[in-house]
Each structure stands twice: as C-alpha cells, then as structure tokens.
C-alpha cells in the first residue's frame, strides 16, 4: 500500500480517536482549508465550517465511540485524494435509553 494511502487510513482513525476523546480542535486540524465533508447527502465545506456544523451536531451528546470500517481511499496524481468510509457511532443511551 502506497506511503499516501497509508497517510489517509492513518487520519480517518485519527477521526474517530481525537472527536471521542473530546479533542475537537486537534480533529479539525485533521482537515485541510479546502476539505469538503460529506455526511447524510450533505456537503460541508473548509476546516472552520466543518468544525462548526460538527459542534452542533453533537453538542449535547455525551460521549460515544467511532467504529471506522470499509475505507476506500483513492489518490489522485495532482495532490489530492478522497476516501470513503463505513461509520458506526455508539453512544451510551443511559439508564434511560
């Protein structure tokens, strides 16, 4: 596996490792100011509009666990890459849920 693919596989754990244990500035370091991210059909784009929209989106949740899988990465020969994952979020539903 390419050095580049490597890189990327590494970063997507990353993700998961830095957003669980609460350390969201070093995860949206993780994205360059270019990065479009893609969840539920919607498209967010550059590293401060993806650290916002993260925020809220999880802000009042407690903490949880990402379980990465499936990841296709494809590296492109002028710089830029893609890289498509299956995700798995588990958050602990309390004595309630």
Excluded: K
């Excluded at 370091?29 to 509009?49: N, P």
């Excluded at 993806?50 to 407690?62: D, F, H, K, L």
């Amino acid at each position: 596996m390419p050095d580049d693919e490597q890189q990327i596989l590494r970063t997507l754990a990353e993700y998961g490792q830095c957003w669980d244990g609460g350390r969201l500035d070093e995860w949206a370091g993780l994205f360059t100011e270019g990065a479009e991210l893609d969840v539920a059909g919607q498209a967010i784009e550059g590293r401060v509009a993806i650290r916002s929209y993260m925020a809220t989106v999880q802000a009042n949740g407690g903490p949880g666990l990402h379980v990465t899988s499936n990841a296709v990465v494809d590296v492109e020969g002028d710089g830029t890459a893609r890289a498509a994952s299956t995700y798995v979020f588990v958050r602990d539903g309390g004595a309630d849920g």
